[in-house]
């Protein structure tokens, strides 16, 4: 009886197959990681948020382009009511060195009449070298410092 076992052919084994498939399935996927462009934050940037007195800053995310940096976030009271969020941001990008490499303003937008945040984003045209800095800081409107 052992001889017969021993002389019927074998199917290859299904163990070999899932590893054709892993080993294609990694090699895709390794891919497509090396092409995709790293985060500022995953090239050494770091964000630095500075609230002002009503207003507080909420998640701030940047993504590298061709064309510089562009920023998104939002921000919105301390004291949490509808409204226009007063003020707007200045976004900065610092060097290491602490030498301001480009910096602008951008005004918040709400969602609707009822949104108690805003939104803002802006393009910093600049390419930051690693360990650089992202100061989101909100500023007063001037108008109404009382």
């Given at each position: ?47 630095e948020k500075v ?37 707007h941001v200045h ?12 910096e602008t303003d ?41």
């Amino acid at each position: 009886m052992r001889k017969k076992i021993d002389e019927v052919e074998r199917a290859p084994s299904h163990g070999i197959r899932i590893a054709i498939v892993l080993a294609a399935l990694s090699s895709m996927t390794g891919a497509g990681c090396a092409t995709n462009p790293a985060t500022p934050e995953e090239r050494g940037l770091t964000i630095e948020k500075v609230a002002s007195r009503e207003v507080v800053v909420g998640p701030v995310r940047a993504e590298q382009r061709s064309d510089g940096i562009r920023v998104y976030g939002s921000a919105s009271r301390r004291i949490s009511r509808r409204g226009a969020v007063p003020g707007h941001v200045h976004l900065a990008i610092m060097s290491p060195d602490g030498q301001v490499l480009s910096e602008t303003d951008a005004s918040f937008m709400r969602r609707n009449r009822q949104a108690q945040s805003a939104g803002f984003n802006a393009l910093l045209p600049v390419e930051a070298p690693p360990g650089s800095v992202l100061r989101v800081t909100v500023q007063p409107n001037p108008c109404c410092n009382f």
